[in-house]
């Protein structure tokens, strides 16, 4: 809830006569899955250059498991609000912040 004196979020209240300032960041998703999307690339690479069955299908397997998780993975945007007692992220969404 946003009103003219006040902002609630999350259960705490902040004044907005004590915010000196508000700035949006973006934190990236976790790139986690990319190295094991490279790592299934890999595989699949050796197992295909020695015609290794077996090899091929977990190197396709964890290639495409990379690849999805990779693709599901969000940024988390985050509301800072500062104030003269620091700054506190306020609000975070994966949605991002209108």
Known sequence: M???A???SSGHTYAIA???SVKAIVEPAKSTAVGWAILGAIVLLIALLNAWVLGIARGVIVLVAGILVAKSQ???HHLILHSSSGEVRAISSQDGIP
Do not use: C, I, S, Y
């Open 2 to 4: 946003v009103a003219n």
């Open 18 to 20: 004590g915010v000196t």
């Open 6 to 8: 006040r902002l609630v």
């Open 74 to 76: 969000k940024a988390t």
